[in-house]
């Protein structure tokens, strides 16, 4: 590529899809085993295959692209392992819609054909979010792509089952399971929404046998009576104390309950006698084992009421069955009382069904064993969180932990390698022909296998050694293993951080580590050293992104209209280590305008290389050391500063920080300034050989700035440092990430150079706010006092830089004055004064401008805002328009007035200055 083709206006279209082909055409992202280099590894949260790119994907693959990206440049050999989720339940939901509206069920297909036509469907859109992302400019690995129900996947899914079966840690058994009365599936306490809903307190009185007593429950499911088999107070109730022991009986039913005693019952809930029906409530089961009570399920698979309870019932829907029981407590004479009640719903995270606490055979995992280890690793710093206070959240999760209900009533998954002999017998097997070898049977014994599947959070906890090929042994899960950063959202902390930590720690102990030998230390068998919790993204008005509120832009026409690199650099910008983003798709004209901003400075350096020396090729290996000025020591010192703050950053997870100190050198520090200062050399009259080591002195620093921005704008940067100069093939994405000098940071050139550019912005505010013609020349009056005038008598260069630049900046002649200790400055006559770091500047005014004329001019336009004054404090002070107007109206007219009273006190500043 020519390095002088540099169009006039960066258009990302025309930038982002060639770089993106070419990077991945030439390999780029890939990794290798590199015994020279260490490496560092993120594996992707796996998408779903049935999602698309959300701005929460935006952010949490902005993030770790940053961090792969900078790793890779620094040296190591940086691995981002991509992949996909294969989302058990929401995929064969979208499949079973699918073939609803073909007026099919997924029975009619029958079990091999719907998972065939679940492979077509994944196939066909599976790979969506995944183009998506590429639009976005992630640098994963793609020859190292995973799928959750890949062969190699699904190979340490079984592996990882039959392990934990053989050492007792995956049992059957029965146990209450949210359960999904649509997807007739039991759902883990993660994949169930609890939401607030308005409902009833029912108030049912009981008989007690033997007395005209009754026992008053109050419950706000009173279908779920039906299936009672006893009622419990609290042995410290003296209310109840009486009741112990005895006989009640099940209103409608007749059935015959025991009044047992236990200490769980909470006596402030209700009437303090709660009633205990074991097979549809969790605490309920856990009483009932506890006093051995019987556990009657009186609801099928679908909600539906069965044959356990009274004929008038059965078949009915569980809330037809609360409405008519209801009834007939009220004829019966039992119903006491009714109320409002207000109290948390579960339901389905995918179809919003409410969940219905079911009793059913399930597979679980004993969970405790396994997450002793990891919340120790947490404890002792071995795995950091970032922010910190999500180790309070984890430690809650990990110490209060319930086994996990693993097995899913669908089809579309990992089955479960468990095999039945018909005697029922079971074991865990990789296929039928291990299964017959364990049972002990020949091929003329039928079996079957299980027909339930896996959660699918069962595959995504092996993801960080399942991805790199366990449980064969292999140079990559020697090298890549453990990973380094996860980023990630604190939502998923317990259902899949947590269980990463525990199935790494347990299946990656004894396996060789990077010098070949079996792993014993917690810190190599850990999945990751660091988690980064990203934020949500939330609108303008501070509400959670949705579909539903159609306030979620979608990121494609976001980067249709803004570019790649704008949005990725918004994003980081605006979202600080542990709070909340509020994004709207107009705050993306900050990253576009930054983006422009060094298009245009890269594109005058680059048209003055050209005047400077011609075509011939520079080398931008090191900086001249030549023909050095202040403002030259001063962007040195300036780089190498932010370099050292910016690798800070980013090394302690300050990710928008890092934007901040990015922003900050590029836009102010070099376009502003450094390039302004280094245009008058280039239009001066030095000599050649002083503006060819300017001119590439200048191209060296804006070579390493584009390296330091690399990581959050890849496409502007590649295509801009392309142009610096010829790069024999080379791309930015593999160059080394710039190093700070420390010996080149130096605090006095910057304090110097600060000075200087306070008294030009001074001046230029001067010239600005008198209406001084930009032609005009000027004369400036310096009156220094103290270390700034000892510096300047002591630094004659120093002095000369400063007036050279304000000639050429602010077209000023300077005039310092020194003053002595405890002298004070005198202004001149009709002059314009300003206090640059506690020095005076004067401007004299005579000669430049009609003095009368501009005192009218001032005192109209001071006039003209006071009107506004009035107006604005006459709205404010209506209290009606104060308390109906929205907020943020009130608060616009509120700056509004601060804005004029500022701008009046600058008019009769200048007003003064003239009498």
Not at 321 to 348: A, Q, S
Not at 557 to 581: C, K, M, N
Request: net charge neutral; glycine share 6%.
């Amino acid at each position: 590529m020519s390095t002088q083709e540099l169009p006039k206006t960066y258009s990302p279209k025309d930038v982002e899809d060639r770089w993106y082909s070419h990077w991945e055409s030439t390999k780029l992202f890939h990794a290798v085993v590199n015994k020279d280099k260490a490496p560092y590894t993120i594996v992707i949260p796996p998408p779903n295959i049935t999602g698309i790119l959300t701005m929460g994907h935006v952010l949490n693959n902005t993030l770790q692209d940053i961090f792969i990206r900078w790793k890779r440049m620094q040296g190591f050999e940086a691995c981002w392992i991509p992949g996909t989720d294969h989302a058990g339940i929401a995929t064969q939901n979208a499949v079973e819609k699918a073939l609803a509206k073909e007026g099919k069920h997924r029975t009619d297909l029958g079990r091999e054909k719907f998972v065939q036509r679940v492979w077509d469907w994944k196939e066909q859109y599976g790979s969506t979010i995944v183009r998506q992302l590429r639009k976005l400019g992630v640098s994963c690995d793609w020859e190292r792509e995973r799928f959750t129900l890949d062969e190699g996947l699904s190979n340490a899914v079984k592996e990882v089952f039959i392990r934990l079966f053989d050492k007792g840690l995956i049992y059957r058994g029965k146990y209450i399971v949210n359960w999904c009365p649509f997807h007739q599936t039991a759902l883990s306490d993660d994949e169930v929404d609890m939401t607030e809903s308005g409902g009833s307190l029912y108030y049912v009185k009981y008989p007690i046998v033997g007395s005209n007593e009754f026992a008053v429950v109050a419950t706000t499911r009173p279908e779920t009576m039906l299936g009672d088999t006893a009622l419990c107070v609290n042995p410290k109730d003296e209310r109840f104390k009486h009741l112990i022991g005895k006989t009640a009986i099940l209103p409608i039913v007749n059935r015959k309950l025991p009044i047992i005693a236990d200490e769980y019952i909470d006596t402030s809930f209700g009437t303090g006698i709660m009633k205990v029906t074991p097979a549809h409530d969790p605490n309920d089961f856990i009483l009932g084992q506890r006093h051995e009570l019987p556990q009657l399920n009186v609801f099928d698979e679908t909600a539906r009421v069965n044959a356990s309870a009274p004929k008038e019932y059965e078949g009915m829907d569980r809330f037809e069955c609360r409405n008519k029981l209801v009834e007939d407590l009220k004829t019966g004479g039992f119903l006491v009382k009714v109320e409002p009640y207000t109290h948390n719903i579960g339901k389905c995270y995918r179809c919003h069904t409410v969940v219905e606490p079911w009793l059913s055979d399930q597979w679980f995992v004993k969970m405790k064993p396994l997450a002793a280890p990891a919340l120790r690793v947490v404890h002792e710093k071995k795995v950091r969180f970032h922010p910190e206070r999500w180790e309070k959240v984890y430690e809650h999760w990990m110490t209060n932990i319930r086994d996990w209900c693993i097995s899913r009533q669908i089809w579309w998954g990992h089955r479960i390698p468990v095999y039945y002999h018909p005697d029922g017998r079971y074991v865990a097997a990789r296929d039928e022909a291990e299964a017959r070898q364990k049972l002990g049977i020949g091929a003329d014994v039928a079996i079957r296998q299980d027909e339930d599947v896996l959660d699918t959070w069962f595959s995504s906890w092996l993801w960080p050694f399942s991805t790199l090929g366990w449980p064969e042994e292999n140079e990559d899960l020697r090298y890549f293993n453990p990973t380094d950063t996860l980023v990630t959202g604190p939502d998923i902390i317990f259902f899949w951080v947590a269980r990463m930590i525990m199935a790494n720690m347990e299946f990656m102990k004894g396996t060789p580590g990077r010098d070949g030998k079996p792993r014993k230390k917690e810190e190599d068998v850990i999945p990751f050293k660091d988690v980064y919790f990203t934020s949500i993204i939330r609108d303008a008005q501070g509400r959670k992104m949705s579909k539903s509120l159609g306030n979620s832009p979608d990121p494609l026409d976001v980067i249709a209209e803004y570019g790649a690199d704008a949005l990725r650099f918004t994003i980081a910008y605006l979202a600080p280590l542990g709070q909340d983003v509020l994004f709207s798709t107009e705050k993306c004209e900050l990253g576009r305008n930054f983006a422009n901003k060094i298009w245009n400075a890269g594109r005058f350096l680059l048209m003055n290389k050209k005047e400077i020396l011609g075509d011939a090729p520079i080398r931008l290996d090191e900086p001249p050391k030549q023909h050095l000025d202040l403002a030259d020591r001063w962007i040195l010192s300036r780089l190498h500063q932010t370099i050292n703050t910016l690798n800070q950053s980013l090394t302690d997870f300050r990710v928008n920080d890092a934007t901040k100190i990015l922003y900050d050198f590029l836009w102010h520090d070099f376009c502003d300034w450094y390039v302004e200062l280094v245009k008058t050399r280039f239009y001066g009259d030095e000599p050649l050989e002083v503006k060819e080591a300017v001119i590439t002195r200048a191209l060296w620093v804006f070579d390493q700035a584009l390296r330091m921005l690399h990581p959050a704008m890849p496409f502007v940067t590649e295509e801009l440092w392309q142009h610096l100069t010829d790069r024999n093939g080379q791309s930015i994405v593999r160059a080394p990430f710039p190093k700070a000098d420390m010996h080149l940071i130096n605090a006095t050139v910057e304090e110097e150079l600060d000075f200087v550019m306070k008294v030009i912005e001074a001046v230029r505010n001067i010239r600005g706010e008198l209406n001084v013609a930009p032609s005009k020349s000027i004369n400036v009056i310096l009156a220094l006092h103290g270390d700034i005038a000892a510096q300047y008598e002591n630094d004659p260069e120093y002095l000369k830089a400063m007036m050279n630049y304000l000639e050429r900046l602010a077209k000023a002649k300077t005039q310092p004055t020194w003053l002595k200790p405890g002298e004070r400055p005198v202004q001149p006559k009709q002059s314009a004064s300003a206090v640059v770091n506690g020095q005076q500047l004067y401007v004299p005014l005579e000669g430049l401008i009609d003095l009368a004329a501009e005192r009218a001019r001032l005192q109209k336009e001071i006039d003209r805002i006071n009107k506004l004054i009035e107006g604005t404090k006459r709205k404010l002070e209506n209290e009606s328009f104060v308390a109906k107007a929205p907020k943020e109206v009130v608060e616009t007219e509120r700056a509004k007035l601060k804005g004029f009273g500022d701008t009046v006190e600058k008019l009769e500043r200048s007003r003064k200055a003239l009498e």
